[in-house]
Each structure stands twice: as structure tokens, then as C-alpha cells.
């Protein structure tokens, strides 16, 4: 089954240091992973996602991700962290690549990013 | 801004109670999808449609709860009888036929069982 782990309940930095969220993936086929973030009562919104092309795809609110094919991660990435960044982090990977009706998202466990000022 | 619209936000009922969630998907998607949210398990996928007829409901207890699309406008997900455990947040979300979604969410609505 297609999954996808986030090794980090929580993740603290400081305000203007660059930022990483880990998420590795286990997936058979190709990989289709996205990010996701949410705020207190909020449902989630879209950041960014990897379907092919460059390792390195960039998202909404200056936030880039980097996919690594040799260590099956894509971790989230910022060069320099914003309180108002502080939520929580929701890596995502389609359930079946292989098929034009299943594309619904396994979720992992979220991890949550405290920007200190 | 297009938006997917979930009512209640807020639900509080005894056990027992019938409980149901609404869902008002972004105009033109065809997709649907239903999540609940704990502390415990996180996100989990509950069902989902196209076209208003279900696809995958695997991950919903069949035995209490039951998902609809009534219309292109209205997505209902009900609970008969309602549990403690059942409490959570629950999220509806749209998407289109494009095999790369972003989906997007709603709100939730915040569901408590006493």
C-alpha cells in the first residue's frame, strides 16, 4: 500500500532560519506526494506536490520540497521561517498511481512546526 | 475564492443520537471525499465519490455510517447510532477528474458524542 511517513511530531526553529520537515515514502509505482498544511480549526490546504520532472518543486508561501528517489524521502523545506508559519504539516502520497479513479491521499501523522521569534 | 462549505462546525449529541454532516463541494468538481481527524489515528480516509456515485468506502464502518450524493451541490455523511468513539473532526473535500489533485478541504465539522 502507499504510504508515507513524517519521523517528527514537532519541529521548533527559530524565526529566519531556514526550516525542514521530513517525510519519507514507501509507494509501488511511481510516486505522487504532496504537502499539505493546516491551522487551528482548519481544514487543510494544498502547499505543493511531485509528480515527475524536477527533484526540486517549489509551492505556495515560499515553501519548496525535494524529492530524493535514492532515499525515498520528500521533505519540506523553507530558507528562512515565519511565526505566522507555525501549524501543522501533513505529507501526503496518492493511493494508486496506477489508476485514473483512485486517487485518493494516505495522509501521515502530521507534524507540528513552532516558529519561535 | 471558491470554497468547500461543511455544516455543521460544530455538533454536540448524546449517544445513541442520529448525527448528520453536510458538505457543499467547489462548483464543477467531481470528486468528493470524506476524512475524520483524531488525535490518535490522524487522517483518515472515510469515502469517497465521483460523480456522486461511490468509489471507496472501505475505510467506514459500514454497520453506523452511510455517505451520499444526493446532488452535485450536497455530499451527506451520517452516523446511526452515534458513539463516544466517534468523536472528532471530520472534513469533506472536492477535487476534479485531473489525475494530480490539489483536493480541497473544508473547514470540518468538530463532532463530540457524550
Known amino acids: 500500500a502507499q504510504s508515507v511517513a513524517q519521523p517528527e511530531d514537532q519541529v521548533n526553529v527559530a524565526e529566519g532560519n531556514p526550516l525542514t520537515v521530513k517525510c519519507t515514502y514507501s509507494v509501488s509505482g511511481n510516486p505522487y506526494l504532496f504537502w499539505y498544511v493546516q491551522y487551528p480549526n482548519r481544514g487543510l490546504q494544498f502547499l505543493l506536490k511531485y509528480i515527475t520532472g524536477d527533484n526540486l518543486v517549489k509551492g505556495s508561501y515560499g515553501f519548496e520540497a525535494e524529492f530524493n528517489k535514492s532515499q525515498t524521502s520528500f521533505h519540506l523545506k523553507k530558507p528562512s521561517a515565519l511565526v505566522s508559519d507555525s501549524a501543522l504539516y501533513f505529507c501526503?502520497?496518492?493511493?494508486?498511481?496506477?489508476?485514473?479513479?483512485?486517487?485518493?491521499?494516505?495522509f501521515g501523522k502530521g507534524t507540528s512546526l513552532l516558529v519561535t521569534p | 475564492d471558491a470554497r468547500v462549505t461543511q455544516t455543521p462546525r460544530h455538533k454536540v449529541t448524546e449517544m445513541g443520537q442520529e448525527v448528520t454532516m453536510r458538505c457543499q463541494p467547489i462548483l464543477g468538481h467531481n470528486t468528493v471525499f470524506w476524512y475524520r481527524q483524531t488525535m490518535m489515528q490522524g487522517l483518515e480516509l472515510l469515502a469517497y465519490?465521483?460523480?456522486?456515485?461511490?468509489?471507496?468506502d472501505s475505510g467506514m464502518p459500514k454497520d453506523r455510517f452511510s455517505a451520499e450524493m444526493p446532488d452535485a451541490t450536497l455530499a451527506t455523511l451520517k452516523i446511526q447510532p452515534s458513539e463516544p468513539r466517534d468523536s472528532a473532526v471530520y472534513f469533506c473535500?472536492?477535487?476534479?477528474?485531473?489525475?494530480?489533485?490539489?483536493?480541497?478541504f473544508g473547514d470540518g465539522t468538530r463532532l463530540s458524542i457524550l
Open positions: 501526503a502520497v496518492r493511493v494508486d498511481s496506477n489508476s485514473n479513479s483512485g486517487y485518493a491521499l494516505n
Open positions: 465519490f465521483r460523480n456522486r456515485a461511490p468509489l471507496d
Open positions: 473535500a472536492s477535487g476534479t477528474r485531473d489525475r494530480t489533485p490539489p483536493q480541497h
